[in-house]
C-alpha cells in the first residue's frame, strides 16, 4: 500500500494557502514510485507571486531554488525520505521513479535533488507534467547531473512533458533568473504526437514557440489525453 505525505504551505498574493501531499509505495521489488499531487490554484502563481529565491544546497552554493516550492517540498521532505529509505531497505536493488503535475513536479525536481545528493539514493527516472521553472542554470545542471544510477554508474532519465499552449511551464519568467531543467518534452494539442525537445531546457521550438497566454489554462488541466487536478477527481466519480 503506498503511503500518504500531507503538508501545508502559506502562499503569497490571492493564493492564500495551498495544500501538498506525496506518495511513496512500490511499483515492484526493483521500483520505488514516489509521487507529488499538483495543485489547483498554480496557474495564479504565475501573475500573484512574488519569486523568492533560496540558495539551499551546500554542495551547490550558486544553485537558487523558487522559495515557494521549495518549502512546499519540505513540508513533506521528513516523511517522505524515511518512506523512501525503509522501502530501500527492504530492497536493496531498486532505483527510484520520481513524478508530479504542476506544483508537484516542481516539487518532485526538488525531491530528486534531495534523494539523490543528500541521501545518496539511486534516482534513475523523474518525468514530471506542466511543471513550472524551479531555479536558476546552475541548478538545472545541479538537477540534471544527479538524475543517475550512482550505483550502477549509468545514466538516468529526466522528461518535463509540455502539454501544447500550458501557461504554467512558462513560469516563473526567465527574465527572473529562472531557467528549466531538461529534457522537455512537448505535445501537441490533441496529445497524439510529441517532439523531443533539445537539452537545453529552453529550446525555441518547442512550447516556447507559443505566445504565452493564461487562457490556455485547460492544457495545464490535461495531460496525455487524460484529465489532471480536480477534474481528474471528478472524472473518477462522475
Known amino acids: 500500500m503506498p503511503r500518504v505525505f500531507d503538508g501545508e504551505v502559506g502562499g503569497f498574493g490571492k493564493v492564500q494557502r495551498w495544500g501538498t501531499r506525496g506518495f511513496v509505495g512500490a511499483l515492484s521489488e526493483n521500483r520505488i514510485v514516489v509521487s507529488f499531487r499538483g495543485s489547483a490554484n498554480l496557474t495564479n502563481w504565475i501573475e500573484d507571486f512574488d519569486f523568492v529565491t533560496l540558495v539551499p544546497y551546500a554542495e551547490c552554493p550558486e544553485c537558487k531554488v523558487h522559495e515557494g516550492f521549495y518549502k512546499s517540498w519540505v513540508s513533506v521532505a521528513r516523511g517522505i525520505t524515511a518512506a523512501v529509505k525503509e522501502l530501500r531497505a527492504h530492497m536493496p536493488k531498486a532505483d527510484i521513479l520520481v513524478t508530479g503535475h504542476s506544483l508537484g513536479a516542481a516539487m518532485a525536481a526538488l525531491a530528486a535533488v534531495h534523494l539523490y545528493y ?121
Open 118 to 238: 543528500s541521501e545518496g539514493l539511486p534516482v534513475s527516472h523523474v518525468y514530471t507534467f506542466g511543471q513550472p521553472r524551479v531555479g536558476n542554470a546552475e541548478f538545472h545542471h545541479f538537477f540534471n547531473n544527479g538524475t543517475t544510477q550512482r550505483e550502477k554508474n549509468e545514466p538516468g532519465v529526466a522528461y518535463r512533458v509540455v502539454h501544447w499552449r500550458d501557461p504554467v511551464p512558462r513560469g516563473p519568467f526567465q527574465w527572473m533568473g529562472y531557467e528549466h531543467t531538461s529534457t522537455e518534452v512537448w505535445y501537441n494539442e490533441d496529445s497524439t504526437n510529441f517532439v523531443t525537445c533539445d537539452k537545453t531546457g529552453e529550446d525555441p521550438l518547442c512550447s516556447l514557440s507559443k505566445p504565452f497566454d493564461l487562457l490556455s489554462a485547460g492544457d495545464h488541466r490535461s495531460y496525455l489525453g487524460r484529465p489532471t487536478g480536480k477534474a481528474a477527481c471528478h472524472s473518477q466519480h462522475g
